[in-house]
C-alpha cells in the first residue's frame, strides 16, 4: 500500500526556520527518487525540491540558498529543512516520488500545512 506521511508544518514568522518529515512506504521510497511540492492558494502543485538515490539534489529557484532537502534511506524518510522563510513559502507541502508524478499514477499524503506570516 503506498502511504505517504508528511509531518513538520506550522506557522512560522518571516525569517524563521522548519524542518519537514516525510515517511514513505518502501513500495514509493525504495530505489526511487524522492520530492517535496507544494501547493499554494489558488496556484497549482509546483515541485520545490528533489534528491536522487545517491544523493544529488534539484531546487527551484525560488528556494535555493534557503532550503535543503535529504533523506534517510534506512528510515524511508525524506527531509526539508526550511530557512529564512517568507510569506510567499506559505502552502501545504507534499512529498512523493517523481516518476510517480509525472506518470499521473501517483497517490498523495494529506500534505503539511507552512504559513509564514509578515
Known amino acids: 500500500q503506498v502511504q505517504l506521511v508528511e509531518s513538520g508544518g506550522g506557522l512560522v514568522q518571516a525569517g524563521g526556520s522548519l524542518r519537514l518529515s516525510c515517511a514513505a512506504s518502501?513500495?514509493?521510497?525504495?530505489?526511487?527518487?524522492m520530492a517535496w511540492y507544494r501547493q499554494a492558494p489558488g496556484k497549482q502543485r509546483e515541485l520545490v525540491a528533489r534528491i536522487g538515490i545517491y544523493g544529488g539534489t534539484i531546487y527551484a529557484d525560488s528556494v535555493k540558498g534557503r532550503f535543503t532537502i535529504s533523506r534517510d534511506n534506512a528510515r524511508n524518510t525524506v527531509y526539508l529543512q526550511m530557512n529564512s522563510l517568507k510569506p510567499e513559502d506559505t502552502a501545504v507541502y507534499y512529498c512523493?516520488?517523481?516518476?510517480?508524478?509525472?506518470?499521473?499514477?501517483?497517490?498523495w499524503g494529506q500534505g503539511t500545512q507552512v504559513t509564514v506570516s509578515s
Open positions: 512523493n516520488a517523481p516518476r510517480f508524478v509525472l506518470s499521473n499514477s501517483a497517490s
Open positions: 518502501g513500495s514509493i521510497f525504495s530505489g526511487n527518487a
